[in-house]
């Protein structure tokens, strides 16, 4: 398959680039595109054979349903049963980087859904995925724009390296502004609950939605039997190579010390955390800085993706306060680690599967 590739300014995409990508999506095609949160793979969300494509190209499990994206909230009635009180959710929080799981409209393809009576829907910030939204004339159906497991995608080059021969087109808009994705809550239960911690922090959401309950999976703790998000079930976010992520930041550095008799160690770390990491003389990939999260979330998948190109044998990963986005943060580095998260340098070898 031949992909095209659409570059378009952020801001102010220019309308003729995004209407060709627009009849993609109408003809039936898939479209990669950028959202304020990471990049979607988009489909016309009502068209069966076209949603199917996406699961196709990402090798995502059919059971893992994805989020609808619609212009605005007056189009919720398409694809949800919205009461009064949804609707003014809706209206405060979008366009923003939150989705809500609600009771599911009937048309809408089981593909969508994964066959559950719910559906996710957002309405996404980024001027170029509302204008794409709006030129096809449809809510558009979109996973990240990832192969299934791979660390989302925040830039284009991401998704080419994913993508590029299993989609119809690309839009280049440069880097995603957020970096993680979006905050899931589900609000078919009595007090909402949060599936995937994301941009918007809790905090911040609280007091629109009332109570949230965090389960522990949430926090992106070991998943359970029976995952609440569909997709919580699978690896996620993980690189190829191993990375073992430091259970406290004051050990952190000892950690690193020890990982140097285990072969070659890259840190995943702040800025802050920098010089004394070069002291050490241990290669580092600074995802952001500890001062400002949401330089953290912005540098986040871009680093997980670069521990692959480089020469190291495995990542060491610092961890971050979990206020606001650093909710999202840990819940991200905890699945990419696989869960190999360790408070002691004596846990090294045991957690790399190497002798040191
Ligand atoms: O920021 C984002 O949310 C990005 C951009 C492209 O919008 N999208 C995204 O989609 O992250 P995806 O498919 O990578 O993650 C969606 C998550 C999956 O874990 C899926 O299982 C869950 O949402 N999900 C979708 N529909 C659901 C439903 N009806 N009930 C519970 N979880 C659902
Ligand atoms: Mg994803």
């Not at 949060?194 to 703790?221: D, F, H, N, S």
């Not at 285990?262 to 500890?290: F, H, Q, T, W, Y």
């Amino acid at each position: 398959m031949n992909t095209k590739i659409i570059k378009v300014d952020p801001i102010e995409p220019d309308r003729s680039s995004i209407a060709l990508a627009a009849d993609i999506i109408r003809k039936g095609g898939t479209v990669a595109f950028p959202t304020e949160t990471v990049y979607g793979l988009g489909a016309d969300a009502f068209n069966e054979v076209a949603t199917s494509k996406i699961f196709e190209a990402k090798g995502r499990p059919r059971d893992n349903p994805l989020i609808v994206h619609l212009k605005g909230a007056e189009q919720l009635g398409l694809v949800s049963f919205a009461n009064e009180k949804i609707m003014k959710i809706g209206k405060i929080v979008w366009p923003g980087p939150v989705t809500l799981v609600l009771p599911r409209a009937h048309d809408l393809p089981d593909t969508v859904t994964a066959g559950l009576e719910t559906v996710a829907v957002r309405v996404p910030a980024h001027p170029v995925a509302l204008a794409l939204i709006e030129l096809s004339g449809t809510p558009i159906a979109a996973p990240s724009a990832n192969l299934a497991g791979k660390p989302s995608p925040t830039t284009a080059q991401h998704v080419i390296k994913d993508l590029q021969g299993k989609v119809d087109a690309i839009i280049d808009a440069g880097e995603t502004f957020f970096g993680v994705e979006s905050t899931i809550v589900n609000l078919t239960v009595n007090t909402p609950v949060l599936l995937r911690p994301g941009a918007l922090g809790i905090e911040e959401l609280e007091p629109i939605v009332g109570k949230i309950t965090i389960p522990q999976e949430a926090r992106g703790y070991s998943e359970s039997e029976i995952a609440t998000a569909p997709g919580m079930k699978y690896r996620h976010y993980a690189p190829a190579k191993k990375v073992v992520l430091a259970g406290n930041r004051g050990i952190y550095l000892k950690i690193l010390e020890k990982s140097m008799e285990c072969g070659r160690p890259a840190a995943i770390c702040s800025e802050e955390m920098k010089p004394a990491i070069d002291d050490l003389g241990i290669r580092n990939i600074v995802i952001g800085r500890e001062s400002d999260l949401y330089t953290v979330a912005r540098g986040l998948f871009s680093s997980l993706r670069m521990l692959d190109e480089i020469d190291a044998d495995f990542g060491i990963a610092q961890p971050f306060n979990e206020n606001g986005i650093g909710l999202a943060i840990m819940n991200r580095l905890r699945k990419a680690s696989g869960h190999t998260v360790i408070n002691l340098p004596d846990e090294l070898p045991g957690a790399l599967n190497r002798q040191c």
